[in-house]
């Protein structure tokens, strides 16, 4: 990969932009269940976007993740490994990004690879995570690890069954949204072709 050189113009004020997106205590949530998670054994990144971007940048720690919500044998990523090379890294990457998909989350809360590879948008990955850990929890089965109010539960369907008699009787009910005929009269009004009476 080439070096990018400094950004100018309109292409910082969008990086500014993506930059201020960035959640510091977001970051520490997010580092604590991924780290509670996975069992992690070794040391916990430096708070940073940076140290964030560099713990999670070789993609191992991503796969061990979604991994640790599966039960054995079913694990959607069968080889992990460490590798300083660019494109390992970045096949790990898209390896838990395919993972994350298929496990259940939209594509709009999913971040490219070279968000976090590249730390050009270090957000979306929060979001992405932040998106996987509400659905783990969700779930309900069993696989979550970590403290509860970390991650916000999505509503569920709530379906109801009615039987024939039930909706029989529903149809005879006059909703108050269509307001309601008790008590009308046409008392005080005018009949037709009378001029209004101003007093």
Same mark, same amino acid.
């Not at 990523?77 to 660019?86: D, T, V």
């Given at each position: 990969m080439a070096n990018k050189g400094p950004s100018y113009g309109l292409s910082r004020e969008i990086q500014n932009k993506i930059a201020k997106k960035y959640d510091p205590e977001l970051e520490e949530t997010l580092t604590n269940w991924v780290i509670e998670q996975t069992n992690f054994q070794g040391n916990q990144p430096e708070p940073g976007r940076n140290n964030f971007q560099e713990w999670l940048k070789d993609g191992v720690i991503l796969c061990e993740l979604i991994n640790s919500?599966? /039960?054995? =044998? *079913?694990k959607p990523?069968?080889?992990? +490994?460490?590798?300083? !090379? $660019?494109f390992k890294q970045m096949e790990q990457i898209s390896q838990f990004l395919k993972a994350v998909e298929s496990y259940g989350l939209s594509t709009t809360d999913i971040f490219q690879t070279v968000d976090l590879w590249e730390s050009k948008d270090m957000a979306a990955v929060q979001r992405t995570l932040t998106a996987l850990g509400s659905l783990a929890l969700t779930k309900d089965d069993g696989f979550y690890q970590g403290d *509860?109010?970390?991650f916000v539960r999505k509503a569920q369907e709530n379906r109801r069954d009615f039987s024939d008699d039930q909706l029989k009787q529903g149809q005879a009910v006059i909703g108050? *949204? !269509? =307001?309601?005929?008790?008590?009308?009269? +046409? $008392?005080g009004m005018t009949g037709y072709g009378m /001029?209004? *009476?101003i007093l």
């Open positions: 919500l599966y /039960p054995e =044998g *079913q990523i069968k080889k992990i +490994q460490k590798s300083s !090379m $660019a *509860q109010s970390w108050l *949204q !269509m =307001g309601t005929n008790r008590g009308a009269s +046409q $008392a /001029p209004r *009476q």
